[in-house]
């Protein structure tokens, strides 16, 4: 098979090693792609939101599967670009439809799904630009801290939580009228704040069947014990030790059979992963978001501790018959700590040169932000390399990470020293 990937990232890189492990897979492309990828995949300089263009290459390249991993383009509706298109009809497509990408496209979408199907999640409301008054009211009646979050795509940067109220009120003028995340945040979501440990849960589902894949917990703060401003994600750990058996039947029973479910009464198609961010309140689990992709850096975690053929299990996503699929996984945990740009995730400096990390033995190496110039890996984003190890116990894999990490360099590297701590 020849398969293309699109995305530029960690995540991206990470499927790109599980999928050219694969027997069936012939070719392997990856548009955009990074420096890491270039050494298992042929680069495309496609953006994954110029659906023409991939059309082009897909077409050129005789591809026979899409494995779409970011937002945006599924967001923007590439299933449905491709399903709707007869020369593409018969290429595989990874990812929701437009209508199940809404599910992250709009928060209030999702809280609203989640109502209908009795998905426990935080109370909230609603507003628009007109709405403000009612918004502030509404501010009024809720104890602090106050969660204010972007209807729309605001690149892991539309929510906000403050603890003071007329901050609070100013901060969603901010949002509906003078526009703070463009048009993402032309509807403004408020609700109350949950208090608990985080946790992510993936589902990979064909829109009738679904697998459950290994649990991990993602560290989004700058600084060390959750400190700071958030980033796009600073590490992780899989599993996550604390959902044990009797959490994870709560979170199948009351949150993941009835996404699936849900999705089907509205007849939405769904041949993807469903990304859901839980915090365990007590001890029950409760939804804070969807996300409609894999996460990063928990793809780091995830994927390398599946030892099925990928590739056999996206076909049969394809074909809905995921049923057919028993998940094989390594019992061991998998740690990874990102490296990332000084100044992330304020301004920072692009094109540092990076050495080291062919030299790193018995941990996984995933770059994110980085790309080739004259055969020199250079930075290139905020979030620029990911650092997996596996052990029976989670500590021992981040002391690999961790002594790897120390062998990588670039200028105005920052890391977290702490991924973990709350285990």
């Known amino acids: 098979m020849h398969i293309l990937i699109l995305g530029a990232g ?15 897979c012939e070719k392997l492309f990856v548009a955009p792609g990074n420096a890491g990828t270039a050494g298992i995949a042929t680069n495309v300089p496609v953006s994954v939101t110029d659906f023409e263009a991939i059309k082009k290459l897909v077409l050129q390249e005789n591809i026979d599967m899409v494995v779409v991993g970011p937002e945006d383009p599924l967001v923007h ?20 439809s437009k209508r199940g990408a809404l599910l992250e496209g709009s928060k209030e979408r999702a809280k609203e799904f989640m109502a209908m199907y009795n998905i426990p999640t935080a109370a909230y409301e609603s507003f628009k630009a007109e709405s403000l008054e009612a918004g502030k009211a509404f501010l009024e009646e809720l104890k602090p801290p106050y969660v204010l979050k972007a209807d729309g795509l605001a690149a892991g940067k539309g929510v906000v939580i403050l603890n003071d109220l007329d901050e609070a009120k100013a901060e969603l003028a901010d949002m509906l009228t003078n526009k703070k995340f463009g048009a993402a945040s032309e509807t403004v979501v408020i609700e109350e704040f949950l208090d608990g440990i985080e946790l992510s849960v993936f589902v990979l589902t064909d829109g ?5 894949l290994p649990t991990a917990k993602d560290y989004k703060r700058i600084g060390e014990g ?4 958030n980033t796009g994600g600073m590490g992780a750990v899989s599993p996550v030790p604390f959902a044990d058996v009797a959490f994870m039947e709560k979170i199948e029973n009351r949150i993941v059979k009835p996404t699936i479910e849900g999705l089907k009464a509205e007849e939405i198609e769904y041949k993807g992963f469903i990304f859901i961010g839980l915090i365990k309140v007590g001890d029950d689990p409760k939804v804070i978001e969807y996300n409609v992709r894999m996460g990063d850096p928990e793809t780091e975690v995830v994927l390398p501790r599946i030892k099925n053929d990928l590739v056999e299990v996206f076909e049969k996503v394809a074909a809905q018959k995921l049923n057919e699929v028993n998940l094989d996984l390594d019992p061991r945990s998998a740690a990874t700590v990102m490296l990332v740009s000084g100044g992330y995730p304020e301004s920072y400096e692009k094109g540092k040169v990076l050495t080291g990390s062919e030299t790193v033995e018995d941990s996984l190496v995933f ?3 980085t790309s080739l110039k004259d055969d020199e890996v250079i930075t290139s984003g905020g979030r620029v390399m990911a650092v997996t190890s596996l052990h029976d116990d989670f500590r021992e894999a981040l002391k690999t990470s961790y002594k790897n990490i120390e062998k990588i360099k670039f200028d105005k590297m920052n890391y977290r020293k702490d991924i973990g701590f709350d285990l």
């Not at 509706?77 to 929701?96: S, T």
């Not at 009738?208 to 459950?212: L, V």
């Open 208 to 212: 009738k069947n679904y697998i459950t």
């Open 226 to 229: 959750d400190k700071g401003l």
């Open 10 to 24: 960690g995540r991206e890189h990470t499927f790109a090693y599980k999928i050219a492990q694969s027997p069936k």
């Open 367 to 369: 770059h994110a932000g």
């Open 77 to 96: 509706g590439v299933y449905d670009f491709f399903k709707n298109d007869k020369e593409l009809g018969q290429v595989a497509v990874i990812g929701p």
